[in-house]
């Protein structure tokens, strides 16, 4: 028994040192992702394997599965694609634990098979999408209705983003500074904040 656990714990941790550190890692770059990505996987895995001689089997894993599909961080919003690999690791620990009438190998085309998925998702469906962000802006004379080409103009040049649209979200005329809402079009990978020092 204890060697059928560390077969499909080592499959397991492979597979998803695979997804973290070759699929995830180059694309985010978020070193706290990566450890609770390892530790959620762990977890599941330790747990559902442990579990899986009471007779709650993969009804437990799908409620599991559940809970975590309403977990949401209270310190930190967590962007929808990392959480996509969040489910990914937790998927793949909880079939390498709950999956004790499949044979190793089908273990092994199975989370091939997730792998590869997320690695060709990953790295060929890079669809355009609207950012936005929130920016202060001191040329207070281009925040006007009739100015908003030349605003748009502006923004574009010092931002370096292809700016479409503008919302004048508050104005201090004291300070002489206004807080824009910025939207542009841009990949997944190109967003990242913007700077108006340039």
Do not use: W
Not at 49 to 75: C, I, N, P, V
Not at 165 to 171: L, P, S, T
């Amino acid at each position: 028994m204890l060697e059928t656990f560390l077969i499909r714990y080592a499959l397991n941790l492979l597979f998803t040192f695979i997804v973290v550190r070759f699929i995830y890692y180059p694309k985010y770059r978020n070193n706290d992702f990566v450890f609770t990505f390892f530790l959620f996987n762990t977890i599941l895995f330790v747990l559902c394997y442990l579990l899986a001689e009471a007779d709650l089997k993969f009804g437990f894993a799908f409620g599991l599965f559940a809970l975590f599909s309403m977990f949401r961080y209270r310190t930190v919003t967590v962007p929808i694609g990392e959480m996509g690999y969040f489910f990914l690791v937790v998927t793949l620990g909880i079939i390498n634990s709950l999956a004790s009438l499949v044979n190793i190998e089908m273990l092994l085309v199975a989370n091939s098979v997730l792998v590869a998925m997320t690695f060709l998702l990953g790295r060929t469906l890079q669809l355009t999408h609207e950012n936005f962000q929130t920016l202060n802006y001191e040329n207070l004379g281009l925040i006007k209705p009739a100015e908003r080409a030349g605003l748009l103009q502006d923004l574009t040049e010092r931002t370096g983003y292809p700016i479409h649209k503008v919302q004048v979200v508050k104005v201090d005329y004291q300070r002489g500074i206004a807080q824009l809402r910025v939207y542009y079009f841009s990949k997944e990978n190109e967003s990242g904040p913007l700077d108006l020092d340039a």
